[in-house]
């Protein structure tokens, strides 16, 4: 069966530009997280879904993050007004059950942002 | 805290050895330590993971040995191989599951 998968698998986007990020989870899994990875350093939460339920979005770095899943399956993540510090590869990971049964998480390819 | 703190950044080891990565954390209401490992352009594959009412677990040549007193666990691996070359990142989570990754080891097997 296809894993998580993510597109685009890079992006360059000038300073000031709106950046849409698009996940595809395993099918039929409930939990949905979103990491930011910054060059030579480990993964770091940015929000999570249970279905269509964003519960904890306490890692965005800022207002101008913002991510959603509409109906429990595909989830966005949108960067209005690039800055050079978003450049980072942005990871999204599903697990088949819900918090608290320490699920295992299954990672996508990730996009590369790049903001110039 | 929530940090995770890894060592060593890099380890290079020649085939057949032994690879050995350290973490140490500092919340004690973790519950759960997998280790991930990563290859260049792809996401973090889960490798292993123990919980901390267990002091040891053994998969094929991976095994993570967890010291819940002194709030450490490492990774070995055994007969390391050229394919194992890759950046290692052990992350602790809590039951939100939300995973909290240490800042990864590249290890380097040579032939």
């Known amino acids: 069966g296809a894993g998580v998968s993510q597109s685009p698998r890079y992006k360059v986007a000038k300073r000031g530009q709106d950046v849409a990020l698009r996940c595809d989870p395993i099918?039929?899994?409930?939990?949905l997280f979103w990491y930011q990875q910054a060059l030579g350093q480990g993964p770091e939460f940015l929000t999570y879904?249970?279905?269509?339920?964003?519960?904890?979005k306490s890692g965005l770095p800022s207002d101008r993050f913002f991510a959603e899943r509409p109906e429990g399956s595909v989830s966005t993540l949108k960067i209005q007004r690039t800055q050079q510090e978003d450049s980072a590869v942005y990871l999204c990971?599903?697990?088949?059950?819900?918090?608290?049964?320490?699920?295992?998480?299954?990672f996508g390819p990730g996009t590369r942002l790049t903001v110039l | 805290q929530q940090q995770v703190k890894q060592s060593p950044q890099s380890l290079i080891v020649q085939k057949g050895g032994i690879s050995i990565i350290n973490c140490a954390y500092e919340?004690?209401?973790?519950?759960?330590f997998p280790w991930y490992q990563q290859f260049p352009g792809k996401g973090p594959a889960l490798l292993i993971a123990?919980?901390?009412?267990?002091s040891e677990k053994k998969e094929g040549r991976f095994t993570i040995s967890f010291n819940k007193s002194a709030k450490q666990f490492s990774l070995h691996i055994m007969d390391s191989q050229p394919g194992d070359s890759a950046t290692y990142f052990c992350?602790?989570?809590?039951?939100?599951?939300?995973?909290?990754f240490g800042t990864g080891t590249r290890l380097q097997v040579f032939p």
């Open positions: 919340n004690t209401a973790f519950d759960y």
């Open positions: 123990i919980r901390p009412d267990v």
């Open positions: 992350a602790a989570s809590r039951r939100t599951d939300k995973l909290i």
């Open positions: 099918s039929g899994h409930v939990s």
């Open positions: 879904f249970q279905n269509e339920a964003q519960l904890d």
């Open positions: 990971a599903s697990s088949y059950r819900t918090s608290g049964a320490r699920d295992t998480q299954y």
